[in-house]
């Protein structure tokens, strides 16, 4: 559903290494949908960081802007991961259909490890918007 009142900024990074064009789309229209303003970062190819699938990924980073709460954002993403295939146990094989990660919501940085890995950091050199200073 459109939102009106438009609060917050977050930045996203999606993922894929299994059927990686075909989940990057189906996010990518769900997101559009969902906050029609996003902003998108070009897809990059990235290797794998400490997984057993050797597999690249496609990764692409974005801004949104949401009148929603973080854990409204949060389970939004999860669902459409879970729309798109991801299970505790396509993780443990290393099969990523859709990861989806929010790393920013507003000024607050969720996840500041993930913020200093090499896909992240290359899915923002690919972007027409800032990548978090403070990591």
């Known amino acids: 559903m459109p939102e009106t009142n438009i609060s917050h900024t977050c930045l996203l990074c999606m993922g894929s290494n299994l059927d990686a064009r075909l989940h990057l789309k189906n996010a990518e229209e769900s997101l559009q949908r ?18 057993s699938n050797p597999q690249p990924f496609l990764n692409r980073a974005a801004r949104i802007h ?4 973080m854990t409204e954002v949060r389970n939004l993403l999860k669902e459409i991961e879970q729309t798109n295939g991801r299970t505790p146990q396509s993780k443990e094989e290393g099969r990523i259909p859709l990861d989806i990660d929010l790393l920013t919501y507003d000024q607050q940085v969720l996840k500041p490890l993930d913020l200093k890995k090499e896909y992240v950091r290359r899915a923002f050199l690919h972007a027409s918007f800032t990548y978090p200073s403070r990591v």
């Open 34 to 51: 969902l906050f029609p303003g996003i902003e998108w970062g070009e897809i990059v190819e990235t290797q794998p960081e400490r997984m």
């Open 66 to 69: 949401t009148s929603l709460a």
